[in-house]
């Protein structure tokens, strides 16, 4: 019984997990879906700037102008370099259009700074998100690699016992069956030998019956059924009681007819002693 607990208890803590962390998967897919159609919403209503694109755009400006430093103060030749960084303006051209188009990112992500952070705080939530899933998916495996092996532990645990298990809730009450089935065969066990006890008081019982009528010279009806041996027992006490009382009867009559033959005899002798003296 305990091992059955046991595993009925392991399997439902494992189970409980698994649907719990199914759920959570459930969650957090809804979750990603959600910030998804936000994301969505933000890209339609125009590309909003970020911090990493106003960085790299400062980082160009940076270099047009170390390269205009270079060219002007040190007397260096960036023709080449300059050529890398924009081919289709000079420097002095290419230096303003990314002054300009820095001064514009900030000022976009000034005037869009709350769709900014939102959009910020959404990308951050997806990547909690995608991260979230993966380490969900990896415990929902794992539940059910620990329920495989759960399964092969219960299922050895029935082998030399020739028995098929069915799940532990399902053996539990199986098994509180077989409890109560084998109660049921040791009352009946007990009520059996009370049964054979009593048969063989009833026996002995008739034997002494027997023995008492043979010593009255009355002969025993029936060897096996106690009702009837009492019942003759009895009917013989009944009639030598009825014996008893007709001797008694025929006793006292004795005594009263010799105490009658007495007073006559006596009358007798008084009379022939009154006609001899006549």
């Not at 005899?265 to 006549?278: R, V, W």
């Amino acid at each position: 019984r305990e091992s059955i607990e046991k595993f009925t208890a392991e399997f439902a803590e494992i189970d409980k997990k698994r649907a719990d962390t199914g759920q959570k998967k459930t969650e957090c897919e809804q979750r990603l879906s959600e910030v998804k159609r936000q994301l969505d919403e933000i890209d339609h209503s125009g590309t909003v700037p970020t911090e990493t694109e106003l960085e790299e755009i400062r980082a160009e400006r940076e270099r047009a102008w170390m390269l205009i430093r270079r060219q002007w103060i040190e007397g260096d030749n960036v023709d080449s370099e300059a050529s890398e960084l924009d081919p289709d303006n000079e420097l002095p051209e290419a230096f303003e259009r990314r002054v300009g188009n820095a001064d514009e990112v900030a000022d976009r992500l000034r005037r869009e700074a709350s769709k900014v952070q939102s959009q910020a705080t959404l990308l951050a939530e997806t990547s909690q998100c995608k991260s979230d899933m993966q380490r969900l998916r990896a415990d929902i495996e794992e539940c059910y690699r620990s329920r495989e092996r759960l399964d092969i532990e219960w299922n050895v645990l029935w082998e030399h016992s020739g028995v098929a298990p069915l799940t532990p809730v399902e053996m539990k009450a199986w098994w509180e069956d077989m409890q109560r089935v084998k109660e049921q065969l040791n009352h009946l066990s007990d009520e059996q030998l009370k049964l054979d006890k009593l048969k063989k008081s009833r026996s002995s019982l008739i034997d002494r019956i027997a023995k008492e009528l043979k010593a009255l010279d009355v002969e025993l009806r029936s060897e096996t059924d106690l009702e009837s041996s009492l019942t003759q027992a009895e009917d013989t006490a009944d009639h030598l009681g009825d014996t008893a009382k007709k001797r008694d009867a025929l006793i006292e009559e004795i005594d009263r007819l010799e105490n009658k033959l007495e007073e006559i005899k006596a009358k007798l002798q008084d009379a022939e002693m009154a006609g001899y003296c006549t």
